[in-house]
């Protein structure tokens, strides 16, 4: 297959996260109050963005959180309630920067982390933050806290020249995307593709290879892309799991991908790795 043509939304180097200087705090609020330290603007729970869909900062006056230097400028932010879900973040994200995506990735995650783990899971004691917001410490018991990534693997499964493709209850109508699911304790990414899509769509694979990954921060998951090969077509759907699932030709997903308004399907939205994994298999 060819090279994937883009990075995933929500990749790339996005600022730089200057790890070293997390462990100095006199450093940190040095930083803070000097004249060209910035803070990311949040509206009711996400990033407020600018009409041009770049990130909106303002003068550091709340910076709990150490986000890193955008070239000499050091950016900060505010530990704030996040939304719960992608659903409410959708239109933002479609009008979001990519140059900014990764950082709105990262200040929403690690937002909703410290939202969500105040107290020590240790002793029961309430933590605090540490080393610029990246974790968090116990004063009673010393424990130290980092935020948790849970890896999701997400596939396309492949036979005889057709995607497979599935659709979940809450998905916008007329909507198909890829099969996805939690890696488990113990198991390798292929073997949590193989079992997902065994439970799901009741069908075996074989070859399963690593595409790309993407940080998606609904609530704060690293997306596996892999793909697949079935071994053969017969389907038997997991109903709890999804509402339906169906392979589709190449012809049929380029013209989802291109809006075509015959066409079969939805595909997910451009912010999704899986749409990136469907653009590639086209191009492929």
């Known amino acids: 297959m060819t090279e994937l043509p883009l990075e995933p939304f929500f990749a790339g180097p996005g600022l730089d996260r ?4 997390r462990a100095d705090p006199d450093a940190l609020r040095a930083l803070s109050a000097s004249d060209g330290a910035l803070q990311l603007q949040w509206n009711d729970g996400l990033p407020l963005l600018r009409d041009d869909g770049r990130l909106t900062w303002a003068p550091a006056e709340n910076p709990e959180l150490f986000l890193g230097f955008d070239g000499e400028c050091p ?23 990519p140059a900014d ?17 105040r ?18 410490q ?6 130290e ?3 948790r990534v849970d890896p999701v693997v997400i596939m396309l499964a492949e036979h005889d020249g057709r995607l497979l493709l599935g659709r979940q209850p809450q998905y916008p109508a007329g909507r ?13 990414l292929e073997a949590a593709v ?17 595409v790309a990954s993407q940080p998606w921060p609904f609530p704060s998951s690293l997306m596996i892309g892999c793909h697949a090969e079935a071994e053969y077509s017969e389907l038997k759907i997991d109903t709890a799991e999804l509402e339906d699932a169906r392979w589709f030709t190449r012809d049929e997903v380029e013209a989802a991908l291109s809006e075509d308004p015959l066409a079969l399907f939805q595909p997910p939205p451009k912010a999704a790795i899986a749409r990136t994994l469907l653009e590639r298999w086209v191009a492929s």
């Open 101 to 117: 995506a990764p950082l709105f990735a990262a200040a929403l995650s690690l937002s909703r982390w410290h939202c969500n783990h």
């Open 194 to 210: 193989a079992r997902e899509l065994f439970e799901e769509a009741g069908i075996r694979v074989r070859n399963v290879r690593y």
């Open 18 to 21: 200057a790890d070293a200087l």
């Open 119 to 136: 107290f020590c899971s240790n002793c029961g004691h309430s933590s605090e933050a540490v080393r610029g917001g990246w974790s968090r």
């Open 138 to 143: 116990c004063p009673s018991c010393v424990a």
């Open 145 to 147: 806290h980092f935020p």
């Open 176 to 188: 198909y995307s890829a099969l996805a699911g939690f890696v488990e304790v113990g198991e390798t």
């Open 75 to 97: 950016c900060f932010s505010a530990i704030e309630p996040v939304v719960s879900g992608a659903f409410a973040a959708f239109p933002l994200m479609a009008v979001l920067h």
